[in-house]
């Protein structure tokens, strides 16, 4: 299970890769090995506020679907455009291609209260 040392988690298996104050924002390699392929990304329209632990869009997998957890409150300043046509990247590049947005943080302070990789890894272990 890949698990980089240099972003934050959240119990839902989002992840964030904080640079001043602005972040982006995937799921992890374990949340995309559980849905399967992943076939369809919704994502909001730049200028979106998102809250904290509030829903931001939705992954269409195989398995399922799923709702797409913000980590912090923010608004988004990009989204993953590739996704439209390649939603695969979700499974093949969580952490870099598959990236789904870019948020301006409200407060760049928050992603200190989220999980940290090895936190992470322990909860992992739990549904193991």
């Known amino acids: 299970m890949n698990v980089p040392k240099d972003l934050r988690y959240t119990k839902e298996h989002e992840w964030i890769r ?52 913000a980590p912090v409150a923010g608004e988004v300043i990009a989204v993953n455009d590739a996704l439209k046509d390649q939603p695969v990247l979700v499974n093949q590049s969580p952490y870099e291609k598959g990236w789904m947005v870019r948020l301006r943080l409200d407060d760049p302070g928050d992603a200190a209260k989220l999980l940290g990789p090895d936190d992470y890894e322990k909860l992992l272990g739990a549904h193991a």
């Open 18 to 69: 904080v640079r001043g104050n602005e972040a982006e924002v995937g799921i992890t390699d374990f949340a995309q090995g559980e849905l399967g392929d992943v076939i369809f990304v919704e994502l909001p329209a730049p200028g979106t506020k998102v809250g904290a632990m509030k829903p931001f869009g939705t992954i269409d997998a195989v398995k399922t679907v799923s709702d797409l957890f």
